[in-house]
Every structure is written in C-alpha cells, then in structure tokens.
C-alpha cells in the first residue's frame, strides 16, 4: 500500500471543492479571523465533507502549497503577522507531497534533490533541526514535487522517495 499523498489541486469534484471554500470561509468568518486558518476536511463516500481540525498556523497537509501556490501557507503567515495583504492561493503548478519512510539522519540533502522538489522535515525541535541534522532523528520527511500534472507530480515524488529509500538502505 501506498502512504497517504497530498496533492494540489486535489482531486475532487468541482462542487465538492466549492463547498469545501464555502466550510472554509463559514468557519473563517465565525471565528472573526484575520490571517491563516488550515482546515481539514474529509470527503465521505456519498460525497459529503467532515471538518476534521482547524488550525490556525501552517499544517503539514498543505506542505506542496509553498511550491504549488502562488502564495504558499508559510507566507502567508509572515504577510498576516507582518499585517501586510494576504497574497493569491492559485496553484500555479500542480504539486504532490509524499512521506520518505525509514530516514536516518544525513539521508536527505536538499540540494541533492532534482529542481522543483523540497524535503520539509515534521517532529524535529532545536536550533539544529533541519533534514539531515541529528534532532531529525525520528522525524518525518515529506518530498513535495512539481510537475505540469498532479498524476506526474505524484508519481515524481513517489519516484524520488523510492530512490532515497534504496540510497538509505
């Protein structure tokens, strides 16, 4: 099996994605927000969304918006705490960000990784965290990759993943 991929422009329907803006500026609004709010939402079966959490800081879901975006979540932030304009959140290129199993320290270098890829490392703390570093033990590393489709940036972060994990082992 496959680990979960993040993708931008997600896969749903058109009316779903409507109604997922439509939950977005609801919960938006009742919260009198100014600034960044991350909600996640799962589609049912029958086509239904659930709002699963809110938060309002950047999310782990939405890593492949920095590159994807026109604005990714991270500036975002900075633009709403720097009280400047919030920029526009088009995708621009679509992008797909997968998990890297089984990562050890030093196995992930960002500037080994082919043009419009990223590493972004979740669950590591301290001055020296960083991929690669030795707080980022047992931490995650997420491969975000663009390409001119969602299925090729998929499969082009999947491909990169593979042959990190073979370089690892």
């Known amino acids: 099996t496959q680990p979960v991929a993040h993708l931008l422009p997600a896969p749903v329907h058109p009316s779903v994605a409507r109604k997922a803006q439509r939950t977005a500026a609801f919960y938006a609004g009742k919260l009198a927000l100014e600034g960044l709010l991350a909600i996640e939402l ?33 500036e975002q932030l900075v633009r709403a705490v720097c ?9 621009v ?6 998990p890297v199993p089984a ?3 030093g196995d992930v270098r960002p500037s080994t990784l082919p043009a419009g890829m990223a590493a972004v490392l979740h669950g590591a ?45």
């Open 42 to 74: 799962f589609v049912l079966a029958d086509g239904r969304t659930v709002v699963n959490e809110l938060v309002p800081a950047p999310h782990p879901a939405f890593d492949a918006a920095d590159l994807a975006c026109e604005t990714g979540q991270h």
């Open 103 to 105: 990562l050890g320290r």
């Open 125 to 169: 703390s301290g001055p020296d965290a960083a991929v690669g570093s030795p707080s980022a033990d047992g931490a995650r590393v997420l491969l975000v990759a663009t390409a001119p489709t969602v299925d090729a940036a998929l499969e082009r972060a999947r491909g990169e993943a593979r042959r990190l994990a073979r370089q690892a082992s």
């Open 83 to 91: 009280d400047l304009p919030l920029g526009p959140t088009d995708v």
């Open 93 to 98: 290129v679509p992008a797909a960000a997968v």
